[in-house]
């Protein structure tokens, strides 16, 4: 069962976080399951960016991004080569590093 290592982040998980996970699962699933309220505003359906996340360790175990999840992240805030949007990330066996950005350009939330 794969884990999801979570850095610190100031406002989602302070003092960071390691989570397991089921293959299959997408990282923001997995975050918001384990109290890790990272923002969302497209109901997970790749419309937006708001739950981009940096995978700082374990990318190569993902399935590449596909054109939508490319072209969605071009509008990101603090893209990087290792940018995913957490709602379209999805896991295989290997654990994973993950860093939330410190921004999101983030219109509306899907928690009120």
């Given at each position: 069962?794969?884990?999801?290592?979570?850095?610190?982040?100031e406002?989602?998980?302070?003092?960071?976080?390691?989570?397991e996970?089921?293959?299959?699962?997408?990282?923001?699933?997995?975050?918001?399951?384990?109290?890790?309220?990272?923002?969302?505003?497209?109901?997970?359906?790749?419309?937006?960016?708001?739950?981009?996340?940096?995978?700082?360790?374990?990318?190569?175990?993902?399935?590449?991004?596909?054109?939508?999840?490319?072209?969605?992240?071009?509008?990101?805030?603090?893209?990087?080569?290792?940018?995913?949007?957490?709602?379209?990330?999805?896991?295989?066996?290997?654990?994973?590093?993950?860093?939330?950005?410190?921004?999101t350009?983030?219109?509306?939330?899907?928690?009120?």
């Amino acid at each position: 069962m794969p884990k999801i290592i979570f850095l610190p982040h100031e406002k989602y998980c302070p003092e960071g976080a390691v989570v397991e996970a089921e293959p299959g699962e997408n990282i923001c699933e997995v975050a918001l399951r384990n109290g890790i309220e990272i923002e969302h505003a497209c109901e997970l359906s790749c419309a937006c960016t708001t739950c981009h996340v940096i995978v700082r360790s374990g990318a190569d175990s993902l399935e590449p991004p596909d054109e939508l999840e490319d072209d969605m992240l071009d509008k990101a805030w603090g893209l990087e080569p290792d940018s995913r949007l957490s709602c379209q990330a999805l896991l295989a066996d290997e654990d994973l590093v993950v860093e939330i950005p410190k921004y999101t350009i983030n219109l509306a939330s899907e928690r009120h």
